[in-house]
Nanobody, 127 residues
Framework: EVQLVESGGGTVQTGGSLRLSCTAS????????IGWFRQVPGKGRKGVSC????????YYADSVRGRFTISSDNAKNTVYLQMNSLEPEDTAVYYC????????????????????WGQGVLVTVSE
């Protein structure tokens, strides 16, 4: 059974930090890349960041570049999203998702390209 399980969400004050984790199982981790999306009520999911090819720089949405960092621990089948200098506008449900390594990654991220999804984790940034 394919599973992507997010953890690390919670409530933090403006300027604070959180680290989200996404642990994958049920598929060959090296055959996929993991990305992060977020969604606020009433709006669609927006791409936040994604691991690209091993020799490429990760993708970041303009709204998070310089504040968020994505990293991967392949030995643990886990991808992290370190979120610093959080702002109330970062409040959302965050989802991790997997896209096949052979697929040309479109930018900004397109959720239709991602095959597997986690259940989401809530991040709340208070003022």
């Amino acid at each position: 059974e394919v599973q992507l399980v997010e953890s690390g969400g919670g409530t933090v004050q403006t300027g604070g930090s959180l680290r989200l984790s996404c642990t994958a199982s049920g598929f060959t981790f090296d055959d996929y890349r993991i990305g992060w999306f977020r969604q606020v009520p009433g709006k669609g999911r927006k791409g936040v960041s994604c691991i690209t090819d091993s020799d490429g720089s990760p993708y970041y949405a303009d709204s998070v570049r310089g504040r968020f960092t994505i990293s991967s621990d392949n030995a643990k089948n886990t991808v992290y999203l370190q979120m610093n200098s959080l702002e109330p506008e970062d409040t959302a449900v965050y989802y991790c998702a997997a896209i096949g390594s052979g697929i040309l990654l479109l930018r900004p991220l397109q959720e239709t390209q991602f095959e597997y999804w986690g259940q989401g984790v809530l991040v709340t940034v208070s003022e």
